[in-house]
């Protein structure tokens, strides 16, 4: 599957932003999906997942109780509502997916990143 991410852009302390991430071809919603972000200087991180199905869903701690993940399957998009945004999330987020929920942490497929900037 090929992906497609949107929707960052520059947001102030507290704000609000929504992702999304397009999906190409038809094996979309047999595809556990997850977002990831990368600030300057350090590694790679899980934000959270979502199931095939969308019946199930995590978190990294550092996002739980402001970030959701959702997906339409109809649309071929799954999406992070970020919301109370700090300037520690301020990253590359990208989008990525797996048809084995399993390997979410190492998920096959990428889409290109999405710049997020939390000014203070």
């Known amino acids: 599957v090929q992906l497609q991410a949107s929707g960052g852009g520059l947001v102030q302390t507290g704000g609000s932003l929504r992702l999304s991430c397009a999906a190409s071809g038809n094996t979309f919603s047999s595809y556990a999906m997850g977002w990831f972000r990368q600030a300057p200087g350090k590694e790679r991180e899980f934000v959270g997942g979502i199931s095939w199905s969308g019946d199930s869903t995590e978190y990294a701690d550092s996002v739980k109780g402001r970030f959701t993940i959702s997906r339409d399957n109809a649309k071929n998009t799954v999406y992070l509502q970020m919301n109370n945004l700090k300037p520690e999330d301020t990253a590359t987020y990208y989008c990525?997916?797996?048809?084995?929920?399993?390997?979410?942490?190492?998920?096959?497929?990428w889409g290109q990143g999405t710049q997020v900037t939390v000014s203070s």
């Open positions: 990525a997916g797996d048809q084995d929920p399993l390997n979410l942490g190492n998920p096959e497929s």
